[in-house]
């Protein structure tokens, strides 16, 4: 396949260097490489830098028969529409961090409770020159593999899923209980103030179903509650990115769904769950997480039947950890989480109609900008048209949400305008 801008200093010489340094053989020959798209399979729309996989045919001091070996390397931009955005940001910056420092010393903290957790792909090479790229192990080599986002997890996949961002969650927890600035870099997520005109895809989004939510199967006043949350999208948001649960706060991965979570299967027996992109972590409540996994990723009925069942998985599983890991600070309880879940529904219902109908269909067209930094004005998704196509489950969520009052957070807000103008002189 021929070289991209951004493959061109792959080279024999490169990959030489590159298997005598991470496995210690002498004498490499590469008797053939290939480079190609890594993500041209799963559609992975968040494969915002450059992502090919590079295979290599090769022999060596000791195995003089021919070996193969795959890598995975991620390559920031160096033409399309990108690379301004990526010059700005530091997205790319704080994936390097994680992979050569934060996860290393994450996995560490949790085999000193007896076994050892893979979080994420081992870290081969990162450089700075002559391109800005890191190069991962292949999960795929070890059999593992992402799932279908349009159907999403089933409940085993989401149980394991959940069960390991637990394990993520506490590490990070006590990492940061220990050194309040070990995750300094990881300040800000998708909501935050400075992004704010970066992020007018969500108000515009929710303002897209208000407009056509009478064509749902909704009552009216329903449709009308709709339509007055597109002026406080933002705050909300923000309030929940923001927010302190009872003093507990984690490094979230920041973009937690199917298409960034891979599983290993033996046989039909499921063995483990990994995590790769962490472009978009950000230090904050559990319920970033936990909220953007439960709108994106597990199947429909899957959610519909075992949603509290997840939360109480995640939770047990955190504070199990949090107390072997000898957190001193006190944990919020089951009861506390579901509170912080409620206080902070409206993010919920934005996940629902911003969201979760588009990235449960194959079109990176629709994908929205999680990743505000590398905002791409050009991107233009068919809104209306995802919406309609997910009218059912959005149908389905938004009565859940009516029954317990995760849509009156607009309404409210225009009843104390309106008692504030009767007063006004």
Request: glycine share 4%.
């Amino acid at each position: 396949m021929p070289k991209t801008a951004e493959t061109k200093f792959v080279n024999s010489l490169f990959l030489t260097n590159l298997i005598q340094t991470q496995y210690g053989e002498s004498e490499v020959k590469i008797k053939a490489y290939d480079v190609e798209p890594a993500s041209a399979d799963i559609n992975d729309p968040y494969a915002r830098s450059s992502m090919n996989r590079i295979l290599i045919k090769y022999t060596s001091k000791g195995n003089p028969n021919e070996s193969v070996i795959t890598f995975v390397a991620k390559i920031k931009p160096t033409d399309g529409l990108l690379v301004e955005q990526f010059k700005k940001a530091d997205v790319f910056d704080k994936e390097i961090l994680m992979y050569k420092s934060v996860l290393p010393s994450m996995v560490t903290m949790i085999s000193k409770l007896g076994s050892v957790i893979e979080l994420a792909p081992q870290l081969i090479y990162s450089s700075e020159t002559p391109s800005e790229l890191v190069v991962l192990e292949d999960l795929t080599a070890r059999g593992y593999s992402v799932e279908n986002q349009t159907l999403g997890l089933s409940y085993d996949q989401s149980k394991m899923a959940i069960e390991k961002l637990a394990f993520f969650h506490a590490a990070s927890a006590v990492m940061l209980s220990e050194n309040g600035q070990v995750f300094a870099k990881f300040s800000k997520g998708t909501f935050h103030g400075e992004y704010k005109d970066k992020l007018n895809y969500f108000p515009d989004t929710m303002r897209t179903a208000g407009e056509i939510a009478s064509e749902f199967d909704i009552n009216q006043p329903m449709v009308e509650k709709l339509q007055k949350l597109p002026a406080k999208t933002l705050q909300k948001a923000i309030e929940a990115y923001e927010s302190d649960f009872k003093g507990l706060k984690v490094l979230n991965h920041g973009d937690f769904w199917t298409n960034n979570i891979l599983f290993k299967y033996q046989g039909n027996e499921l063995m483990d769950a990994i995590f790769v992109d962490f472009q978009n972590c950000v230090v904050g409540t559990p319920i970033i997480d936990l909220v953007y996994f439960l709108a994106s990723s597990p199947a429909l009925d899957v959610l519909e039947k075992h949603r509290d069942e997840l939360v109480y998985i995640y939770h047990e599983t955190l504070v199990l950890l949090l107390q072997k890991m000898g957190y001193i600070k006190s944990v919020p309880s089951l009861l506390e989480l579901q509170v912080e879940l409620l206080k902070h529904g409206a993010l919920q219902v934005i996940y629902a109609l911003t969201v979760s109908p588009f990235l449960r269909t194959k079109d990176a067209q629709n994908t929205p900008p999680m990743q505000p930094t590398l905002h791409n004005p050009h991107q233009s998704a068919n809104v209306k048209q995802v919406l309609r196509a997910h009218a059912p489950s959005i149908v389905a969520q938004l009565k859940a949400y009516e029954m317990v009052g995760l849509l009156d957070w607009g309404a409210n807000e225009s009843k104390i305008k309106g008692l504030m103008s009767r007063f006004q002189q």
